[in-house]
């Protein structure tokens, strides 16, 4: 597997927002998009929660909602107290579950980009599994998230340096970097042989503007896939408990595959400022999306019928300009729409509650300097992109069967055919719960099934093949 991994110079905060809430925060959430400039942003939604990674001085304004959900729930009467509570006539304040709580996670966190040079995204479940594997068998708890163009590991700032050690133990090399890019520096640090002590690093400033490159050159002795007692070694640091009790339940894992196909695009720099808006258009108008496929489906459909069925004679076939002047209207109505739902001075309404049905079930949307990426429903990707817009894409194989697009190149490797999301729920565990990524993805590459990734706060998500999702939740439910 050859890989080049890059720190970038940047510090994140984690912030997690109920899904039953997320109406009330779209102008804070909106704004993140909306920043012209991002070293990293992460925002992934699934059914359960929205979580965002993002430069933690952009995220001040969920900073006082946490509190207050904070504060609220220590003021929340214990089951204990019940009975004494009833003879108090004093109404007690309303009880705020952790889970509908927002929360924002205080410990900064540090990005490693993962950039594959020859596998593309055919083999992104091979690099989770691999370049998990060491972390989670040191007592490493990260997040993973996949994209169209590259994978992101994050880890606990406070256990960076650990991280970069055990990478170098792994068979890679540390360059440094004046601009997050490899260079034709040489190694940094380079163990020769198992019996050496890998070199210490902590003098190095990997949190510094210039950052840092590790590229792998060679294959470690040390490298080994870890083993099922390597999840829960003795050996482990102990850590502060985190927001999620520690559970050793032996359960069942929750595992849910969610209901739409779901597809991974790139998106193209150059257009930057109109897919933006689209992007808005996903978070905070999804109805306005969902209706206008849902119209168009049903549109097609019709129409296929129609051409199936032999019209009788003296029933005059519809004439084409009949049809040109319906999607002309349909275009200034949409235009119109659009234009006034997207613009970023519009006030947004926090009472403004989508229905269920008009939700967008799972979306993950990651931009850094280096490039952009869109993974949610195939249906709504096609809706925001009609084919004169595909050229924002940098490629779009899943999005129309049969339809040839000159935009894509075409030796870019894909997942092949729609994705289904596997969303499964963690808040028995904590975010310093160590080896879940490494699990989940050995399970599913030890029987032949390419995934990708995507954490958020309380759930983690892995992408499939449609044709694998019911397979791959019963190999995941029996973690």
Not at 72 to 87: E, I
Request: charged share 25%; proline share 6%; net charge negative.
């Amino acid at each position: 597997m050859q890989v080049t991994i890059s720190f970038l110079p940047v510090k994140l905060s984690l912030v997690r927002i109920p899904r039953s809430r997320l109406h009330k925060f779209y102008h804070p959430l909106l704004r993140q998009i909306l920043s012209p400039k991002h070293t990293f942003l992460n925002v992934t939604c699934n059914e359960l929660e929205l979580s965002i990674l993002a430069e933690s001085q952009t995220l001040e304004d969920f900073e006082s909602v946490a509190e207050s959900d904070r504060k609220k729930r220590s003021r929340s009467p214990s089951r204990d107290s019940d009975s004494s509570q009833d003879l108090d006539s004093t109404p007690s304040p309303p009880i705020i579950e952790e889970w509908d709580c927002v929360q924002v996670c205080h410990e900064s966190w540090n990005v490693l980009q993962i950039d594959s040079h020859s596998d593309g995204i055919d083999k992104s479940g091979a690099r989770v599994h691999e370049l998990s594997a060491p972390l989670a068998e040191a007592g490493i708890s990260i997040l993973y998230l996949s994209s169209y163009l590259c994978d992101f590991i994050l880890v606990k700032s406070t256990r960076l340096n650990e991280v970069v050690n055990l990478m170098v133990g792994a068979g890679f090399d540390l360059y440094p970097s004046s601009d997050g890019r490899l260079t034709s520096f040489s190694p940094l640090t380079t163990p020769t042989s198992p019996e050496e002590d890998t070199p210490s690093i902590f003098d190095l400033d990997l949190h510094s503007a210039t950052g840092a490159v590790i590229t792998r050159s060679r294959t470690s002795s040390r490298q080994h896939s870890p083993k099922a007692t390597d999840f829960e070694s003795p050996t482990s640091p102990v850590r502060a408990p985190s927001f999620r009790d520690t559970s050793s339940s032996s359960e069942v894992t929750e595992v849910t595959v969610l209901d739409p196909d779901l597809t991974c695009v790139g998106l193209s720099e150059e257009s930057a400022d109109i897919w933006t808006l689209k992007v808005v258009k996903l978070i905070a108008f999804p109805d306005l999306i969902i209706n206008r496929s849902r119209s168009s489906s049903r549109k097609n459909s019709v129409e296929k019928d129609s051409a199936q069925i032999p019209r009788p004679m003296g029933i005059p076939t519809p004439d084409s300009s009949d049809d040109e002047a319906d999607e002309e209207h349909a275009s200034k109505r949409d235009k119109v729409s659009s234009n006034s739902c997207v613009s970023p001075t519009t006030p947004i309404s926090p009472t403004s509650k989508p229905s269920s049905k008009d939700r967008v079930s799972f979306f993950s949307f990651t931009r850094t300097e280096e490039g952009s990426s869109l993974t949610t429903d195939v249906s709504i990707v096609s809706s925001l992109f009609p084919p004169n817009e595909r050229h924002m894409l940098i490629c779009t194989d899943d999005l129309s069967e049969g339809e040839e697009d000159q935009d894509c190149d075409s030796s870019s490797l894909q997942l092949s055919g729609p994705l289904k999301c596997l969303q499964i729920d963690l808040r028995k565990f904590g975010l310093e719960k160590h080896g879940l990524v490494n699990r989940y993805s050995q399970i599913l590459e030890e029987n032949g099934i390419n995934h990708m990734y995507s954490s958020t706060f309380k759930t983690a998500n892995l992408l499939v093949e449609k044709v694998h999702a019911r397979r791959a939740q019963e190999l995941l439910r029996t973690c």
